[in-house]
C-alpha cells in the first residue's frame, strides 16, 4: 500500500504481491514514452513494459468469454464473430533498456534474494522523479545500500536518465555491473518483437527492433553506462536475449560508487533509427534541462489544498498520471484509456478522450490538447470511409482508434458498434476546446472541417418521425443498455453540437446550416423535470435481476445481471449533461435527476466518480461531493477495481483535477466569460490553483467563504449570477 506523504506516494516495504499494481503506480514518463516501475535489476512479465506513443502492431488477442445469461447472449456477445476473431491491434512492448544488474561478492542484487533491511520507494510529483532506496544483505553478511533514480525527460522526448548510488556498508567486497538491454520484452503473453541489429561495445549498447509485421514501425535505442567513484574499464556482451556492457572493480568500505545509464529512444515513425545515438552529457545535465521544462507544467496543473493532506497529495498524483499521459509535441496518436501504463485497452484511444480527458488539458495545457484534437483531424479521412462504410454521410469516428482510425472493437462484441455517441464527443472536443482557449485559427483551418462532416453524419443519420428528428438503436455512454432509442446524453450533446456548428459556419463565412435538425431533434423528459435515459426506461425494473457467473462479471460489470431488464446502470448518462457538459436543459430538475441516477447507477465504469462528485457538489451534498472525489483520485492507489497492475485508469484519475476545478471551484468557462458557483468543503482551509481561459493565466484561492480572483489579462466573470471584472494583474475577492 502506497502511503500519501505531501508530494510522494511512499512504498514503505517490498511487496512482492503489489509489485505489479505498483508497477503502474510508479510509471514515470513525458507523453512520448511511458515506462512502468519496473525493477532495473529484473523486468518480470506483465510488470515490466516501456510503451512509444503510436508504436502499435498487430497482435493474436486469446479470449474465451462465453455467454452465460440472457443479457449476454443477446445484447452483447456475438458468438459467430467470436468463431472467427483472431488478431488485435495492441501497443507494443519495448525493450527492456532499464536493466542493471549488480552483484556484491558474486551475488546478484534481487529483492527477493537475501535481506531487505531496509525500503522505501517513490515519485516525487514536483520532479516527475521515481526513487528507491534500498538497503540489501546478502547471505555472507554483506550489506550495501542502493539508490536509485530514474526519470523520463520532459526537455526531449527521446531522453530517459537512471542513476544508481552504491555503498558498501561493512564490506570492501567486488562488485560487478551489467547494463544493457533485454530483448526478451513480450505483448500481452507474446513475443511480438523482431530483433533487427544489436550491438555492444565498451560502455555502450544499440539495439534496432521491428515492432510487428503489420506497420512495421523500427525502434532504436541506445544506452550509455559509466561509473564514477572507481577506475575501470567496460567490455560490451551477448547472452542470449541480454545486450549488455559489463565490469567490475574491487569495493571500498563506505565509498560511493555511482552509476549513470543515458538512454535515447526513438520510432521510425518520426526519425531513421538504424545507427545508436550517443548521449554523451551526465545525469544532472540531463534533469536540469528536464526539471526547467516540467515545473512549467506542473505549476500549471498543480492543486494545493490546505486542511487535508489525502485529498493533496492524492490529487498530485492524479495530475503527474494525468500530465504524463498527453503528448505536446505531436498528434500520431492520441490519449488513452490507461496512458502510457500499461497494455490494457490495447492504448486505443476512445470517447473518454474528449469528454473525461481532453478537459483537463484544456484548461492548463492547450498545446497537448490541441495534439489530440489534430490527432483526429490526422484520421478525418478514415472517419468518412468509416462513415461510407456504415451507409452515411460525412465522417464516423471509431470507437476504438488505433493509429489509422479504422474501427478497432473487438469483432464479437456487439454494442460498441452502437456507440455512436463518439461522433458528438469528438465535436465536444473541438467546441470546448475553441471555447476555453479561443483559438479561431484552430478552429478555422482544421476544426470546422471535422465538426461540419460530424454534423453531416448526424445529418443522414437522425430519422423524421411525427414532426420531430429521433436518433434510433444506439447504445449510450451506458454500456449496459445497448439498441435503445434517443438515448438522453446523445440527443442532447448532438442538439448543442449541430447548433454551435451552424453558428461557427455563420461566423466563418460557410453556408452549412443544421438549425432545422436541432430545433426539431427530440430531447426526452418528464412533465416533472426528470429525463429518461432512453425511450422506455422508467419502464424497466427498478431492481437487477441476477444470472450468469464469472464469464458476465468480467465484462467490466459488478454483477452478472439481466441489464436489459432493468434501470441500473453502468455509469452516468443523463448526469453527464449536467456536469462535464456544463448544460442546464430547460424545464429540467437537476436536482430530481440526481437523485434518481445515482441511486440507478451501479459505478462499474471507474468514469462513474468524478461526474457524481459534480453533481453532488452541484447539489450541496459536500460530504458525497468529497467520498467521490476520493474515489475518483485513490482510484488506482487503493485498487478499488482490482485491476491496477494493468494500468492506471486515466479519465478517473484526470477526473479529479476536474471535480477540484469544475465541482468545488464551480468553474465553468463559456465564449465570453467565466461562469462561478463556487462550493465549500468544510474542512478545507485553502484551495489554490491556475488554470487558462483565452490565452490568460488565471490564480485562484478559496478559502472558507472568500474567493480570490487575479488574472494576467482582463476577463469577465459571472459569480454566483452577478457580473464582475477581473483587471489585469489586480486581485480581486468575493464572497460567498
Avoid at 497494455?343 to 495545457?365: A, G, R, S
Avoid at 446523445?490 to 447548433?499: A, I, P
Avoid at 460530504?623 to 486515466?650: F, P, R
Amino acid at each position: 500500500m502506497l502511503i500519501p506523504k505531501s508530494t510522494k506516494f511512499v512504498e514503505e516495504n517490498y511487496n512482492i504481491e503489489e509489485e505489479a499494481s505498483t508497477a503502474s503506480l510508479f510509471t514515470t514518463g513525458n507523453g512520448y514514452i511511458g515506462v512502468r516501475g519496473s525493477f532495473e535489476e529484473y523486468g518480470s512479465l506483465r510488470i515490466q513494459g516501456a510503451y512509444i506513443r503510436g508504436v502499435i502492431d498487430e497482435v493474436i488477442d486469446v479470449v474465451e468469454p462465453f455467454a452465460d445469461n440472457e443479457y449476454m447472449k443477446k445484447y452483447y456477445f456475438d458468438e459467430e464473430k467470436l468463431k472467427d476473431f483472431e488478431y488485435t491491434e495492441s501497443i507494443i512492448n519495448n525493450v527492456d533498456f532499464l536493466l542493471i544488474r549488480i552483484s556484491v561478492n558474486n551475488e546478484t542484487f534481487y529483492p527477493w534474494e537475501g535481506k531487505i533491511l531496509a525500503w522505501e520507494r517513490y515519485v516525487d510529483m514536483t520532479t516527475a522523479k521515481l526513487t528507491r532506496k534500498v538497503r540489501w544483505e546478502n547471505s555472507k553478511g554483506d550489506i550495501t545500500d542502493f539508490e536509485f533514480e530514474r526519470f523520463a525527460s520532459f526537455e526531449c522526448d527521446h531522453i530517459y536518465c537512471i542513476k544508481v548510488k552504491i555503498t558498501p556498508i561493512n564490506h570492501s567486497e567486488k562488485i560487478t555491473i551489467m547494463s544493457g538491454i533485454d530483448t526478451r520484452s513480450k505483448t500481452t503473453g507474446q513475443k511480438v518483437i523482431q530483433p533487427i541489429s544489436h550491438e555492444a561495445w565498451e560502455n555502450k549498447v544499440f539495439v534496432r527492433s521491428k515492432m510487428g509485421n503489420k506497420y512495421g514501425f523500427e525502434t532504436g535505442v541506445t544506452t550509455v553506462t559509466n561509473l564514477s567513484g572507481v577506475n575501470c574499464e567496460w567490455s560490451g556482451e551477448k547472452d542470449s536475449g541480454l545486450i549488455y556492457s559489463y565490469t567490475e572493480f574491487e569495493s571500498k568500505k563506505a565509498n560511493e560508487y555511482v552509476v549513470e545509464k543515458n538512454i535515447y529512444i526513438a520510432s521510425s515513425r518520426e526519425e531513421t533509427v538504424d545507427k545508436p545515438v550517443i548521449l554523451d552529457a551526465n545525469y544532472n545535465s540531463y534533469f536540469e534541462k528536464h526539471i526547467a521544462e516540467y515545473k512549467k507544467l506542473y505549476d500549471r496543473v498543480n492543486i494545493e489544498i490546505e486542511g487535508d493532506d489525502a485529498a493533496d497529495s492524492g490529487i498530485r498524483f492524479a495530475n503527474y498520471h494525468t500530465l504524463i499521459s498527453a503528448s505536446r509535441h505531436d498528434s500520431i496518436h492520441s490519449i488513452a484509456a490507461k496512458g502510457l501504463t500499461g497494455e490494457m485497452y490495447k492504448n486505443f484511444v476512445w470517447w473518454d478522450c474528449e469528454v473525461y480527458q481532453l478537459p483537463f488539458f484544456i484548461h492548463t495545457c492547450p498545446e497537448a490538447a490541441k495534439m489530440a484534437l489534430m490527432y483526429r483531424h490526422r484520421t478525418l479521412e478514415q472517419a468518412k470511409i468509416n462513415a461510407k462504410e456504415d451507409g452515411h454521410n460525412g465522417a464516423k469516428y471509431a470507437f476504438n482508434s488505433s493509429v489509422t482510425g479504422d474501427e478497432q472493437v473487438h469483432s464479437y462484441i456487439r454494442h460498441p458498434f452502437h456507440q455512436i455517441h463518439i461522433n458528438a464527443d469528438v465535436a465536444w472536443g473541438i467546441i470546448n476546446y475553441v471555447t476555453v482557449t479561443g483559438d479561431t485559427e484552430f478552429l478555422r483551418e482544421y476544426g470546422f472541417e471535422i465538426l461540419a462532416e460530424l454534423c453531416k453524419y448526424w445529418e443522414s443519420r437522425v430519422e423524421f418521425t411525427d414532426g420531430r428528428y429521433e436518433i434510433k438503436y444506439v447504445t449510450g455512454t451506458d454500456e449496459h443498455h445497448p439498441y435503445v432509442n434517443n438515448d438522453a446524453y446523445t440527443n442532447y450533446l448532438v442538439k448543442f453540437v449541430l447548433e454551435k456548428t451552424s453558428e461557427y459556419s455563420k461566423e466563418l463565412g460557410y453556408e452549412y446550416d443544421f438549425t432545422d435538425i436541432s430545433e426539431k431533434l427530440y430531447l426526452p423528459m418528464t412533465e416533472n423535470g426528470l429525463i429518461p435515459q432512453f425511450d422506455g426506461y422508467f419502464d424497466l425494473s427498478r431492481t437487477l435481476e441476477v444470472a450468469g457467473g464469472t464469464s458476465a462479471k468480467t465484462r467490466q460489470m459488478k454483477v452478472s445481471g439481466l441489464y436489459h431488464k432493468s434501470q441500473v446502470i453502468k455509469q452516468p448518462d443523463v448526469m453527464l449533461i449536467y456536469s462535464y457538459l456544463n448544460m442546464k436543459p430547460a424545464d429540467s430538475n437537476y436536482a430530481l435527476n440526481w437523485d434518481y441516477y445515482e441511486q440507478m447507477c451501479e459505478s462499474s465504469s471507474s468514469l462513474s466518480y468524478a461526474p457524481h462528485a459534480i453533481c453532488s457538489a452541484d447539489n450541496e451534498r459536500m460530504l458525497s461531493a468529497y467520498n467521490y472525489l476520493m474515489e475518483s483520485t485513490y482510484m488506482d492507489v487503493k485498487d478499488i477495481h482490482n485491476c491496477t497492475w494493468q494500468g492506471v485508469h486515466s479519465g478517473c484519475l484526470a477526473g479529479a483535477w476536474y471535480s477540484v476545478f469544475r465541482g468545488i471551484a464551480g468553474i465553468v468557462c463559456r465564449d465570453n466569460h467565466i461562469e462561478i458557483n463556487p462550493h465549500i468543503i468544510p474542512w478545507w482551509k485553502n484551495v489554490k490553483f491556475n488554470f487558462m481561459y483565452k490565452g490568460s493565466k488565471i490564480s485562484i484561492s478559496i478559502s472558507s467563504h472568500t474567493y480570490n480572483i487575479i488574472s494576467d489579462r482582463d476577463v469577465k466573470i459571472v459569480f454566483q449570477g452577478k457580473e464582475q471584472f477581473v483587471d489585469r494583474n489586480k486581485n480581486i475577492t468575493l464572497s460567498f
